[in-house]
T-cell receptor
Framework: SQTIHQWPATLVQPVGSPLSLECTVEGTSNPNLYWYRQAAGRGLQLLFYSVGIGQISSEVPQNLSASRPQDRQFILSSKKLLLSDSGFYLC???????????FGQGTRLTVV | RKEVEQDPGPFNVPEGATVAFNCTYSNSASQSFFWYRQDCRKEPKLLMSVYSSGNEDGRFTAQLNRASQYISLLIRDSKLSDSATYLCVNGYNKLIFGAGTRLAVHP
């Protein structure tokens, strides 16, 4: 069966520090991969979307970047964190376009 | 117009009540929709998929109205455990989430 792993679960980082969040999927090939951010009490904002290795669509211009170095690995990065980067970061995988997606357990990031 | 819009609620209902949420979408080409449930500080989990006119699973019924471009979720015989935020998703091309509707079921 397919599983998705996301880590760390919580993270506290100072302003200006770098960020790297990793997401990996097992049990499937060539998934579509997503990064979302959810601010406190708000909905899910789509950040990045990838249909294959090296293929990244950026949905919202901001202080973040994403990479997909391997088929089932999706990384979210920042060179310098801002206070506004705080939030709940969620990675999701989707087997085929237009079908449902499944989420990792998320990373709760607090920038101080 | 936002791609997916939901009434944020909260909906406060007693146990046993029937409650319905609506979700409107702007892309008329969309063919697939989903309802997710999200508990506080947890990841969203798939509740139902809606690919045609509707879907039913126990106490939950989802309906799609293409002419008016909305999806609904009906929950019958509400339980305390149904308290959560319900997210509507437009699955066309990429997954776009609504902001969610909060449901609180009280004794």
């Amino acid at each position: 069966s397919q599983t998705i792993h996301q880590w760390p679960a919580t993270l506290v980082q100072p302003v200006g520090s770098p960020l790297s969040l990793e997401c990996t999927v097992e049990g499937t090939s060539n998934p579509n991969l997503y990064w979302y951010r959810q601010a406190a009490g708000r909905g899910l904002q789509l950040l990045f979307y990838s249909v294959g290795i090296g293929q990244i669509s950026s949905e919202v211009p901001q202080n973040l970047s994403a990479s997909r170095p391997q088929d089932r690995q999706f990384i979210l990065s920042s060179k310098k964190l801002l206070l506004s980067d705080s939030g709940f970061y969620l990675c999701a995988w989707q087997g085929v376009r237009d079908t449902e997606a499944f989420f990792g357990q998320g990373t709760r990031l607090t920038v101080v | 117009r936002k791609e997916v819009e939901q009434d944020p609620g909260p909906f406060n209902v007693p146990e046993g009540a029937t409650v319905a949420f609506n979700c409107t979408y702007s892309n008329s080409a969309s063919q697939s929709f989903f309802w997710y449930r999200q508990d506080c500080r947890k990841e969203p989990k798939l509740l139902m998929s809606v690919y045609s006119s509707g879907n039913e699973d126990g106490r939950f019924t989802a309906q799609l109205n293409r002419a008016s471009q909305y999806i609904s979720l009906l929950i019958r015989d509400s339980k305390l455990s149904d308290s959560a935020t319900y997210l509507c998703v437009n699955g066309y091309n990429k997954l776009i989430f609504g902001a969610g509707t909060r449901l609180a079921v009280h004794p």
